[in-house]
């Protein structure tokens, strides 16, 4: 082996530890179907992908976005979700999963949509869908930007060993309260 193959070779475990870049392409490559562009094309890509893009589609309301995921498997949300309105207890999206990185890219945005739910009465009017309910194991997820979840963001329950980081959850669009109108009380 040459020096300049070392070299690079150094390189680039030097940069996986310094960028936490654990190898997506260890997980597999991106094949074909495997960037989903229709609410449709999910389940194929859950049966048939280890590494799954979601693009930007729209989720009709009273529908489940469910992944079921292999094990090892990287989901990356590339593209903006918008979840169709619907009167029912949801959630809007279902994950089990072990050994799974589920990440989103910059700027994407997963909307709920909670505006159109929201009618001043909590738990006790209209139905509202939680946004997340999920059941993972040694499993990461990161960069999530949910915005107007219609009720609770996330459930999640009979999980082990799971990183949930750099979550952005953004509702400032429900009830018109802001922290500035607001007096916390003990």
Known sequence: MSVWNISLWCLVLFLQQIFGWSGLKSRGEIKEGCTVTDF?????AI???SVIVMGSFEVPGG???ELNLRDDT?????????????????PLVAINASNAIILSEDDVILDGQGQLYW??????????PFFFV???HNSIMTKMHILNPPMHCAILS???NVELSDWVIDSEA????????TFPEN
């Open 158 to 160: 009979d999980s082990s």
């Open 119 to 128: 009618d001043g009465l909590g738990e006790w009017g209209s139905p509202k």
């Open 174 to 181: 429900g009830d018109g309260v802001s922290l500035e109108k």
């Open 134 to 136: 999920m059941q993972l």
């Open 74 to 90: 990287t989901v990356i949300f590339a593209g903006n979700i918008t979840f169709g309105h619907a009167e029912w207890e949801g």
């Open 40 to 44: 449709a094309d999910i389940p194929f």
């Open 47 to 49: 049966e048939e992908c």
């Open 63 to 65: 529908q489940i976005m």
